[in-house]
């Protein structure tokens, strides 16, 4: 009985302990939410972009066709607002151009054994472009039981979402119904030739000296092979290699004369191989060993152009090339005839099959102005850069553009002896706002500063959701103005690179910890509210830190504190630390 009296006893004071904790511990889980919610209660009203649909704005590693696409672009789609400019269209003639919907796609596919089929939108610039280009290829091959098609995704949305169209134009080349995206460039010519090399044998016999005019005149670009016999291994290897050649025609012959027109000698050992070229370098003769590796090499290496003019439609054979070391010469037009002789006698000539040699237009606004940004060049030039497509390093020759300093900077570039240029704005001369300002030359003082933690923005000044976070970055940073081991800061990832700075799209938000500055940095994968930001940070600071509840200062009670102290913290503070 007295056992029982005591269990009971010690019981009750069980349950009266209890009864006392339970709601202190819970007042707790309460005030600790209250705590964080006045970091919400200053003017303004942060927004939660990460429950946007389409949260960074891509931008492209490899230099770009186009460096300042609109600001919620991926690849090359555009998102111009056709309600405020609408676009009219050009009369071209698309009569060969067969519309599809959902309704008659199924019966399109079922009916052709081939076609192509383009995903368009109706204010969409490169689809603008491709028009007219398009429409002629449709017309040519019409001929050759290959049918071209075009969908109008804005409206298909059902069909656009099937084939995984994600940016405009997307084109597929359909055989049986089975899609594959076509890669070759975006004009009447590259298209036909594509299209013909996929359903065809991939290589034509030229038998008589008219046919071997007629292409001399009308092929800007022309392979012909001097074989012993035009069936067989010699004739395989030339085709096979055909197949891996998207912009090249590949002709075959036996007829001695036809090879003299080529600028084959007749009496050559056979087989032997030509590539003729409409440029400064017209002919080149092939001397390896004659199977498809090698053919491919030598075509690949020969095709372009000496100095490849950059421009929308040259851009995929420079970027598609296996050659993935490029040498710029970055000037205006007017100034271009001096420099380009240059370029082309000392890398063009010198280091041809190692490097491409490419003249980027800066006063052109289509195409050269983009990629000069990117690579971070301004003025009339000359200016030489160089492009490892491996790594996507940039490195930057200084001096005057001279045979000698080119040469020099090539062997320099293909040796690996050179460091690596990033761009850079002007280090700022005051940097007392909230939010630090970090550029390419300061940012191993600030963000590779050991002894803070430092959350870092990359942004793009047209970025919709970059300055959709910019009030809500601001209000984070005016809270932990007072917390020395804290840094927030952004950097324009247009202007400023740092090889600890890597941003697939904007807004990109990465944190360094102290002390651990030579790892990667901490991809913030987080809400992008003021009290999703400091939770991060309270989680993954290096440097534990404490931050005082701000108590706003109504306007018509006036406190205790200085009017001094009040204008510095915006707010007087509490003696409460956070719970």
């Not at 001929?143 to 099937?162: I, N, P, S």
């Not at 300093?405 to 690596?420: M, S, V």
Request: aromatic fraction near 8%; charge should be negative.
């Amino acid at each position: 009985m007295t056992s029982f009296r005591c269990f009971l006893v010690l019981s009750l004071v069980s349950f009266l302990l209890l009864s006392t904790v339970l709601p202190s511990i819970s007042t707790n889980d309460e005030q600790d939410d209250e705590d964080l919610r006045f970091l919400e209660e200053t003017e303004g009203k942060s927004v939660d972009i990460a429950s946007l649909p389409h949260l960074s704005d891509s931008d492209d590693d490899q230099f770009p066709e186009d460096d300042e696409e609109d600001e919620d672009s991926g690849s090359e789609q555009e998102t111009d607002d056709p309600l405020s400019d609408p676009y009219k269209a050009p009369q071209i003639d698309e009569k060969d151009v067969v519309v599809l919907t959902q309704g008659n796609f199924s019966d399109f596919i079922k009916n052709n054994k081939f076609g192509m089929v383009e995903f368009y939108a109706p204010w969409c610039g490169h689809c603008q472009s491709l028009a007219p280009e398009y429409a002629a290829a449709a017309t040519e091959m019409k001929g050759e039981g290959v049918v071209l098609a075009k969908v109008d995704a804005t409206q298909e949305d059902e069909l656009a979402e099937e084939y995984d169209v994600e940016g405009l134009p997307t084109i597929y080349f359909l055989v049986d119904g089975k899609h594959t995206l076509y890669p070759a460039a975006r004009n009447k010519d590259a298209i036909v030739t594509w299209i013909k090399k996929q359903i065809g044998p991939g290589i034509y016999n030229v038998t008589t000296l008219d046919d071997a005019e007629r292409i001399l005149t009308s092929e800007s670009e022309v392979a012909l092979g001097y074989l012993n016999s035009l069936v067989g291994p010699e004739s395989d290897e030339l085709a096979a290699t055909s197949k891996l050649l998207d912009d090249i025609k590949f002709y075959q012959t036996m007829n001695p004369d036809v090879a003299k027109l080529f600028h084959i000698d007749p009496e050559v050992k056979r087989p032997a191989l030509v590539l003729l070229k409409k440029d400064a370098e017209k002919i080149c003769h092939f001397d390896g060993l004659f199977v498809k590796t090698a053919i491919s090499e030598f075509v690949t290496s020969n095709k372009l152009p000496l100095v490849t003019i950059f421009s929308r439609e040259s851009a995929p054979s420079i970027f598609e090339s296996s050659i993935k070391m490029h040498l710029l010469l970055f000037a205006t037009l007017n100034i271009s005839e001096k420099y380009i002789p240059v370029l082309q006698e000392a890398a063009a000539k010198l280091f041809k099959g190692k490097l491409i040699s490419i003249y980027v237009q800066v006063d052109n606004e289509e195409s050269g102005k983009p990629v000069a940004n990117f690579f971070g060049v301004s003025g009339n030039g000359p200016t030489i850069r160089a492009y490892s497509g491996d790594d996507a390093k940039k490195f930057a020759m200084n001096g005057d553009v001279t045979f000698n300093n080119i040469k020099a900077f090539a062997e320099d570039f293909l040796a690996g002896r050179l460091k690596p240029f990033y761009k850079s704005d002007p280090i700022p001369e005051t940097n007392n706002e909230d939010v630090k300002e970090v550029v390419g030359d300061n940012f191993d003082e600030i963000v590779l500063d050991e002894s803070k933690d430092v959350l870092l923005e990359i942004y793009a000044p047209w970025c919709g959701h970059c300055r959709s976070l910019e009030p809500t970055y601001n209000k984070l940073a005016q809270h932990l103005r007072g917390i020395n081991s804290l840094v927030i800061a952004k950097m324009d990832g247009t202007t400023n690179e740092h090889p600890k700075a890597k941003s697939a799209g904007f807004p990109t938000m990465l944190f360094f910890p102290a002390g651990k500055k030579s790892s990667d940095p901490m991809k913030v994968n987080t809400g992008r509210t003021v009290v999703d930001f400091y939770k991060f940070l309270k989680e993954h600071a290096t440097i534990p830190f404490k931050l005082k509840k701000a108590v706003l200062v109504p306007k018509d009670k006036p406190t205790k504190t200085s009017d001094s102290k009040v204008r510095e913290n915006s707010s007087s503070v509490s003696s409460k630390e956070e719970l």
